[in-house]
Every structure is written in C-alpha cells, then in structure tokens.
C-alpha cells in the first residue's frame, strides 16, 4: 500500500472463503463501509469465481452449465466496492494479524500471483467444511465428493466418458450398463439421484444415442440409516422414498459403507 493508496490507515477487514457466507458478508461490507471508505474490506478465495454449492448436483448431472451461473470474485469485488485476492489461504499470525495467502500458478502452472501476507484488523474465516470418509479404506481414492465445482465437473466428465465407452460396447453386441453408487442419502444424495435421471438430455448433446439412461444407467443411493433423508421427519423420507424409487433408483438404506474399490462399493451387510 503507498501514500497515495486512498485506502491507506483505514481499518482492513479480510474474509477468508467466498462461500455462501463469505461472499454475502464480503458484498454487504464493501456496499456499506467499502463503498464509504470507512474500511478496506479485502476477500481470499483458492478459486478465481463463486458458484452456488446447491447447485453442485447439476453440474455433476451435467444439466446446468457453470459457463451461465459462476460468478467472477474480480468482478462482484468491483461492483461492490470491495478488494479480491486469489489464494490458498495457509497460515495465521494472530499476534501480528496477518494471514498468508499462498502463490498462485496461471492455468499453464506458470508463476502468477507471489505468496502474500495481508494485515487485518479483523479477520473472519469462512472456509466451509469438507465432506468427511471417516477413513473408509479407498473413500478418497476411488469415491468423488461433490463439495466444489472442480469435483461437480469431474463427476460429469466420468460420467460422460462411461456412457461413451458403454454405447461402445453396445454397439459392439455387449452389455452396456454404467453403474453409479451415490453414498449418503441425504439431500444432495437424493437431488443428485433424480438429477442423473435427467441426464438423457445431456448424452443426446454427446451423440450418444445407442443408450437409453432409463435402462442403461443403473443409480444406487446407499445409506448407513435405516431411511433416505435421515435428518428429515419420517413423513418426507416415506414420500420422496416413494418418488425416487419411481425413478427406477435401487435405494439401499441400513447399509454401511466399509470399502471402495476401483470397481464397486462394499457394506458391512456383505454386499457390493
Ligand atoms: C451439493 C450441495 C448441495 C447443497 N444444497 C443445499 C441447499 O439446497 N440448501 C442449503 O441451505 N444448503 C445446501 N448446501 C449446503 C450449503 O451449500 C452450505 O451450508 C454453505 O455453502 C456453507 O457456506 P460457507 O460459506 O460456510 O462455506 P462454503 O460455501 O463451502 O464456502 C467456503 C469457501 O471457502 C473457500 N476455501 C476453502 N478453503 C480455503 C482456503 N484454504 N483458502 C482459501 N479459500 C478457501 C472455498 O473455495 C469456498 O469458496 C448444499 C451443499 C452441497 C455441497
């Protein structure tokens, strides 16, 4: 920051995570004390855009495009008055309130941004949660937790890829089933299940005609309690119970996750 820095010896507030709750609290500061110049409110994120985590199930189903619904940092920071700064954020200094931001590389791993460190007056860390294996041997190896757009991506890409190996096969005489196990039946589980019925529009776009998903694409939604949606009353599991297995969606409730392998799921009850 230099002299003629306007935001010099104001007060800075730094937000770590532009989550649902980062990029709200960074946007209604910049428009209040931002935009009065009464504080300097500077927002970290590892990712350059924002995209709204419910709607992760569609990225992975491939029905939403995250071109149309991602949201530039850079950009929201300047339209309201607040400052971005690209990097992981990986160490704090509370007794000389700073944070350290880590180097980014552009998207050739080129050096882009250096390694920085930004001095707060107050400091909010909003960084979210991750999904957790509970250490299920092969869970981070072999598993995709939906929990950000790369992994959402990454998903639709696989599957995108099996079902065109699998129209291969077909076409070549040979059984083409794709089979997708959706461990946890809560929420996202449940939306991600019907979503991925959904997907027939997606695999017209990729030419693959020769499989119909109704019967191709086999969805399994494994649950360790005994009901889909267990932190919801008992009435809306028994209903949408009814709905998904509408679907043609097997759900497996009382299963227990022990192990994922490169070729399947197994549970404590035995079965893969
Ligand atoms: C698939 C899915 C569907 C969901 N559907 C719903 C729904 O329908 N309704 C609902 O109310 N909730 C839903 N949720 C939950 C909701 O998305 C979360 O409760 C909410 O996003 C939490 O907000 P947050 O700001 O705490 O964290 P997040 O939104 O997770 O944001 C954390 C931010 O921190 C950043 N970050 C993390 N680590 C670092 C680091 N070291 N350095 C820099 N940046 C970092 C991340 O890039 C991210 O931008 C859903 C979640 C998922 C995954």
């Not at 619904?69 to 160490?91: K, S, T």
């Amino acid at each position: 920051m230099t002299s003629s820095d306007p935001n010099a010896g104001l007060p800075v507030m730094v937000i770590i995570g532009g989550g649902a709750g980062g990029l709200e609290l960074a946007t209604r500061l910049g428009n209040s004390l931002g935009r009065k110049r009464r504080a300097r409110v500077v927002l970290v994120d590892q990712s350059p855009i924002h995209i709204w985590k419910p709607h992760l199930h569609e990225v992975a189903a491939g029905s939403l495009d995250i071109g149309l619904h991602r949201l530039e940092y850079a950009a929201q920071a300047r339209w309201h008055h607040f400052e971005f700064q690209l990097g992981r954020f990986i160490g704090l200094d509370r007794p000389n309130r700073s944070v350290t931001v880590s180097a980014m590389p552009d998207m050739d791993d080129q050096p882009m941004l250096p390694r920085r460190t930004i001095r707060y007056d107050q400091l909010v860390l909003a960084l979210g949660s991750t999904i957790n294996t509970f250490n299920i041997p092969g869970a981070s190896e072999f598993a995709i937790a939906l929990d950000s757009p790369g992994e959402a991506e990454r998903f639709r890409q696989k599957l995108v890829a099996a079902c065109i190996r699998a129209s291969a096969r077909a076409e070549a005489g040979k059984t083409s089933l794709v089979s997708i196990a959706i461990i946890g039946a809560g929420a996202t589980g449940v939306e991600l299940s019907a979503e991925l019925r959904n997907a027939a529009r997606v695999l017209h776009a990729y030419g693959i005609h020769g499989m119909d998903p109704s019967r191709d694409i086999r969805i399994s939604l494994v649950e360790g309690a005994e009901r889909i949606l267990p932190g919801l009353p008992e009435r809306i599991s028994e209903s949408v119970g009814v709905l998904v297995a509408k679907l043609g969606i097997d759900i497996l409730t009382g299963e227990k996750v022990t192990r994922v392998t490169a070729l399947g799921v197994e549970t404590a009850s035995g079965k893969s």
